[in-house]
């Protein structure tokens, strides 16, 4: 059992950065790949970005590539999401999700089995 909890987010202007954390339970943690994706109100969830189990791959969905990055601390449990040069259209939950089932990078969202409750991030303009 794999329990995940976001944390940093807020509201920020336009512009702006922001820190995502997210902080797992369970000693296996540098055996599977980790994602960050996000809904935004009435749109469908989509990836934001994923890793794998040692951090040597990462993936971005393309509305944040360049301005956004993953990395993970597997000493700490951790897998964190800076943002940077925040728009307005960034403005959702954002849910943190492990693929136990995999080592490598993944980018689909059926393909993660647990997820976190969510961090709400507002991007005013």
């Known amino acids: 059992q794999v329990q995940l909890v976001e944390s940093g987010g807020g509201l920020v202007q336009a512009g702006g950065s922001l820190r995502l954390s997210c902080a797992a339970s369970?000693?296996?943690?540098?055996?599977?790949?980790m994602g960050w994706f996000r809904q935004a109100a009435g749109k469908r969830r989509e990836l934001v970005a994923a890793i794998s189990w040692n951090g040597g791959s990462t993936g971005y969905g393309n509305s944040v590539k360049g301005r956004f990055t993953i990395s993970r601390d597997n000493t700490k449990n951790m897998v964190y999401l800076q943002m940077n040069s925040l728009k307005p259209e960034d403005t959702a939950i954002y849910y943190c999700a492990a693929s136990t089932g995999s080592y490598y990078l993944r980018m689909v969202d059926s393909e993660y089995d647990y997820w976190g409750q969510g961090t709400q991030v507002t991007v005013s303009s």
């Open positions: 369970g000693p296996t943690f540098t055996t599977y790949a």
